[in-house]
């Protein structure tokens, strides 16, 4: 089965501009926690890369980034689901890292650690940079709606995205792919 990379914020869970800055703030979308459980119970492997600059700007700490991610996991497992691994990147925009989207590095170090190629796979992101960042590692791009995904749609997708697929939400980008 297929790789499947999602977002976070935006796509598992509702985002704020204002950032998701503790446990109780992050609270997933409706049918979320579902969808990643019937991928995972399907035989796909489910990670996460997720830009988290909020640590880097002080709002939150490692710690309160770790526990929003135990519940998260805590949840998917709830579900009978599993997410493989979490990866993130806690620098500034203006750090200059390689792991912060929409370069590659979270994907290349999932790659290396889990020893996965991403040909066939998916990262389902809500804006343009996770799609930049899948793309420049071969993953197909998915578009959901919810967080910025709209925003990101209305601005229109450049040349190299025009077949990105489109879904409302996690959920129904679960069942596309489970239909297929």
């Given amino acids: 089965m297929a790789v499947i990379v999602l977002d976070r914020d935006g796509v598992i869970n509702f985002d704020s501009d204002e950032y998701i800055k503790t446990v109780d703030e992050w609270r997933p979308i409706p049918g979320a ?9 399907a035989g796909h492997h489910i990670y996460v890369a997720t830009n988290q600059s909020g640590i880097g700007r002080g709002y939150y700490s490692l710690d309160t980034l770790h526990a929003m991610h135990s519940k998260m996991l805590a949840l998917v497992a709830d579900a009978g689901g ?9 620098h500034l925009p203006s750090d200059g890292c390689r792991c912060r989207k929409p370069l590659p590095g979270m994907l290349e170090q999932l790659a290396a650690e889990h020893k996965v190629s991403f040909d066939g796979s998916w990262f389902v992101g809500d804006s343009l940079r996770d ?16 967080g910025k995904g709209q925003t990101t749609l209305d601005a229109g997708l450049p040349a190299d995205l025009q077949h990105t697929k489109v879904f409302a939400n996690l959920a129904e980008f679960s069942r596309y792919l489970l239909a297929k």
């Fill in 33 to 41: 926690i579902h969808a990643i459980a019937e991928l995972s119970q």
């Fill in 82 to 90: 599993e997410i493989k691994d979490i990866y993130f990147c806690p």
């Fill in 131 to 146: 799609l930049q960042s899948g793309l420049a590692k071969g993953c197909r791009p998915a578009l959901v709606t919810t």
